[in-house]
């Protein structure tokens, strides 16, 4: 299993450019999310998924858009990116109801984003 | 929503030392804490976590305790290595696969 994949790793926007980070997983699992880390700091949720064709809000969710068509896959789409966007995004995924711990998050390896 | 409040920010000891990071939170409904192990420029890793229907759990050198009735939870670190340095994440959620508040994070530096 590759687990938890994004891309692109790393990321220069210019304010106002669009962008969408993908996050897909091989583990069969039904919860997905989007969460960002801003230097020296926790992190964040953004939106989650409990299922294809579900999603919902995080902490915060401003300037961003995310969709769920399949099991595998949650992008985030980033609309007129600002500099206050610039951070490691981070996706996860949790819940497989055919085994393993029902309660770990499993993170991909990142993406950094910096918007001049 | 969920707070969860972590301290301290930095913690440095010497190896071989025991080392211990504390969280509280806000939400009584919370009932699940997983405490993540991140490194630099890594992703967050889970080490061990905790639910509600328990006190304490030990995984070799590493354990966590929680007291709902204060809402606070600890992890420990005993016998530490230079390896064991690294940022290290409480969190807090209501159920199982919901979403995860986290702690601000501490930087635990392990000296020689």
């Known amino acids: 299993n590759a687990g938890v994949t994004q891309t692109p790793k790393f990321r220069i926007l210019k304010i106002g450019q669009s962008m969408t980070l993908q996050c897909t997983q091989d583990?069969?699992?039904?919860?997905m999310y989007w969460y960002r880390q801003d230097p020296g700091m926790g992190l964040k949720l953004i939106y989650y998924?409990?299922?294809?064709?579900?999603?919902d809000k995080g902490e915060v969710p401003n300037g961003y858009n995310v969709s769920r068509s399949t099991t595998e896959d949650f992008p985030l789409r980033l609309e007129l990116a600002a500099p206050s966007q610039t951070s490691v995004y981070f996706c996860?995924?949790?819940?497989?109801?055919?085994?393993?711990?029902?309660?770990?998050?499993?993170f991909g390896p990142g993406t950094r984003l910096t918007v001049t | 929503g969920e707070n969860v409040e972590q301290h301290p920010s930095t913690l440095s000891v010497q190896e071989g030392d025991s080392a211990v990071i504390k969280c509280t939170y806000s939400?009584?409904?919370?009932?699940?804490f997983p405490w993540y192990k991140q490194e630099l420029g890594k992703r967050p890793q889970l080490i061990i976590d905790?639910?509600?229907?328990?006190g304490e759990k030990k995984d070799q050198r590493i354990a966590v305790t929680l007291n709902k009735t204060a809402k606070h939870f600890s992890l420990h670190i005993t016998e530490t290595q230079p390896e064991d340095s690294a940022v290290y994440f409480c969190?807090?959620?209501?159920?199982?696969?919901?979403?995860?508040?986290f702690g601000t994070g501490t930087r635990l530096q392990v000296t020689l």
């Open positions: 996860a995924s949790s819940y497989s109801a055919t085994g393993g711990n029902p309660y770990e998050q499993y």
């Open positions: 583990m069969n699992h039904n919860y």
């Open positions: 998924s409990v299922g294809a064709g579900i999603t």
């Open positions: 939400d009584s409904a919370s009932n699940y």
């Open positions: 905790i639910r509600s229907n328990v």
């Open positions: 969190a807090a959620s209501r159920s199982t696969a919901s979403k995860l508040t």
